[in-house]
């Protein structure tokens, strides 16, 4: 395979490497976009391996006979037609219970099996564990300001899109007013962002303390829960909204193929100051080279881009 260059985090102390195929498109229309694995699509016994969907799935109308996991390989045989994802349907992400099912995956999602899973899962308890008994003082005077400067829960319950497909119930300290999503429709055409994502720096639907807990990151605290739960990790990919995965390409699927997480490269990498596109190139190079190392490296520059509050609003 021909091998173009390696990627470079910017951020100094954190090298994650990605090699990339010449001339690969992602179905996004850019070239050279990093993908999950050193895959040869030239050899004719190192295609992309085809899952045969089950008998449950082959009777749905939006699902493929057959799919490809393109973070795997193996020696199945490619044929010359082309095979490709569908786009989920309009109705694909409505919060049927099935889809909160710990072990729930959609076989439009690849997932990637972590080499070190069960480090990771021990790390994040005990790492998340310590982390809630440090900042319990903080989020004791979080939930305070919450309930007495605004009316509504001190706790947002909002669905979120984890690994596979799955849904579940990500937590946050309420920042914003009881009708901030009534109110988002209006809004969209301010939205800054590229992409499926809805951002506003000066966000109308902010209350002034959620501003601060903006700021200082501290609305995502509850979801050390989340990683406690085992829904989230420390480190991973961020969990989008229904919504929201519901326009991605197959290609800005894949980063969904792990746990979430409260951290990534994209957190430390300037967060909302840089685009979609950007932001889903980081998460599959945080996938493609996921070890314990790079996560506590990780970890360690999160609080000081949190400190700087480099590109959160």
């Given at each position: ?5 390696s990627?470079e ?5 954190i090298v994650?490497v990605?090699?990339?195929?010449k001339?690969?498109s992602?179905?996004?229309?850019k070239?050279?976009?990093?993908p999950?694995r050193?895959i ?10 085809i899952?045969?969907l089950d008998k ?6 939006t ?9 795997n ?6 044929d010359?037609?082309v095979v490709?994802?569908p786009?989920?349907t ?5 919060c049927?219970?099935d889809r909160?099912?710990t072990d729930f995956?959609?076989p ?11 480090t ?9 564990s310590?982390?809630l ?7 004791l005077a ?6 007495l400067?605004s009316?509504g829960?001190?706790l947002?319950h909002?669905?979120r ?7 579940f119930?990500?937590?946050k300290?309420r920042s914003?007013?009881?009708?901030a999503?009534?109110?988002k429709?209006e ?7 590229n992409?499926?994502v ?7 639907r902010?209350?002034?303390?959620g501003?601060?807990?903006r700021k ?7 979801q050390l829960?989340?990683?406690l739960k085992g829904?989230m ?11 929201e995965v ?9 980063r969904?193929s792990?746990?979430?997480?409260i951290t990534?490269?994209w957190?430390i990498?300037?967060?909302n100051?840089?685009?979609?596109e950007?932001?889903v190139e980081?998460?599959l190079v945080?996938i493609?080279?996921m070890?314990l190392g ?5 970890l360690?520059?999160?609080l000081p881009?949190?400190?700087r509050?480099d590109?959160a609003h």
């Open positions: 395979m021909e091998i173009e260059s990627f985090d910017m951020r100094e102390g994650l990605a090699t990339v195929p001339n690969l992602h179905g996004s229309g070239q050279n976009m990093y999950l050193k040869d699509f030239n050899a004719k016994n190192r295609a992309a391996k899952a045969v449950e799935a082959e009777t749905m109308n699902l493929p006979q057959t799919t490809i996991n393109p973070l390989t193996s020696n199945t045989t490619l010359s037609k490709s994802f786009a989920p309009q109705n694909s992400f409505i049927e219970e909160f099912r995956l959609d439009l999602f690849p997932t990637v099996t972590v080499s070190y899973a069960t990771k899962r021990i790390f994040d308890i005990l790492a998340s310590f982390i008994l440090l900042a319990s003082p903080f989020m979080a939930a305070l300001l919450v309930r400067t009316k829960p001190i947002f909002q669905v899109v984890g690994r596979g497909g799955r849904l119930y990500c937590l300290f914003m007013f009881q009708d999503e009534a109110r429709e809004l969209m055409h301010l939205n800054e962002m992409g499926p809805f951002k506003i720096k000066n966000d109308p902010i209350t002034l303390v501003r601060l807990l200082l990151s501290i609305d995502e605290l509850p829960f989340n990683v829904d990790s420390l480190v991973g990919p961020r969990p989008p909204l229904p919504v519901e326009q991605y390409t197959p290609y800005q699927r894949q969904l792990v746990l979430p997480g990534c490269i957190q990498s300037g967060r100051n840089i685009s979609f950007r932001w980081l998460d945080y493609e080279t070890s790079t996560d506590l490296k990780i360690l520059q999160t881009a949190v400190m509050a590109g």
